[in-house]
């Protein structure tokens, strides 16, 4: 069943799907436990390496993201990794997520130490900030919800996500936007390709992954030319021939 939710949350990068993922590995980790100390090993690792990749996919998700934290706290919780715990939320409460609140209050019930207390204020203090820069696109997508694709609110926001220079946050925007709008948008793929092709390769981690962006554009716009444009820049980016692309 690992590979099921493998495959969903590589077709359909949601919140929604990743936290029932993380879920699904903390309980199989929990059914590990019977068995013997390698075994369970094996599956904490896994399990963690699922709630990793999970932040970095999704943790970043300003209305959802905070569920993604959470979960990620909770499972570390569970093998009783309170300093893990700690360092979890500390993260999560630096990043613009419009239910901060919550994190706030799972760090207040550790009942930390008032040094520590005042950092994660100061922490708080200046991802508000970068929380208030935020709302206004997301004030203009929840306004256009319901009435219309609002294609015109998510252009906007992966305009000021681009301008910032973030991939992981813009990738994040971008999948909101095509659950919202559409995947059969040429725009939206070619704002992220644009978006890719001046991405540094050490930011983008992944280059198969990165490749794998080019291809999805075409299998949903196979008729877009300029998407095959930017996939042929990408290849000549990361190195790729182009016998492999014909491929």
């Known amino acids: 069943r690992e590979g099921i939710w493998r495959a969903c949350v590589t077709e359909h990068n949601t919140v929604s799907l990743w936290v029932q993922y993380m879920e699904f590995m903390a309980v199989a ?7 013997d100390e390698k075994v369970k090993a094996t ?9 990793k990749e999970a932040t970095r ?28 715990v700690v360092d979890i939320l500390q993260r999560a409460i630096q990043i613009p997520l419009l239910e901060h609140g919550e994190v706030l209050a799972s760090l207040q019930e550790l009942q930390l130490s008032d040094d520590i207390q005042e ?18 696109y997301e004030k203009m997508v929840r306004n256009m919800e319901g009435k219309s694709p609002p294609l015109g609110a998510y ?5 000021f996500e681009g301008e910032k220079g973030g991939w992981d946050r813009f990738l994040n925007l971008h999948q909101r936007a095509l659950l919202a709008c ?16 001046r991405t540094p390769p050490a930011q983008a981690k992944d ?6 962006h080019g291809e999805r554009a075409l299998s949903w716009c196979p ?4 998407l095959w444009e930017w996939r042929l820049l990408l290849a000549e980016k990361y190195g790729v021939s182009l016998s492999s692309i014909g491929q």
């Open 223 to 226: 008729q877009a030319v300029s």
């Open 43 to 51: 599956w904490i690792e896994q399990a963690r390496q699922v709630m």
């Open 207 to 212: 280059e198969a992954e990165m490749l794998a």
């Open 155 to 159: 252009v906007e926001y992966l305009q």
């Open 29 to 35: 980790t929990l059914q590990a436990g019977s068995e």
């Open 119 to 136: 950092k994660i204020q100061a922490l708080h203090t200046a991802m508000e900030k970068e929380l208030k820069k935020r709302m206004k």
């Open 182 to 197: 559409g995947y059969e948008i040429p725009l939206l793929w070619e704002m992220l390709l644009n978006q890719l092709s």
């Open 57 to 84: 996919k999704n943790g970043l998700h300003v209305v959802e993201g905070h569920k993604i934290w959470l979960s990620y706290a909770s499972f570390e919780e569970y093998l009783g990794n309170r300093s893990v």
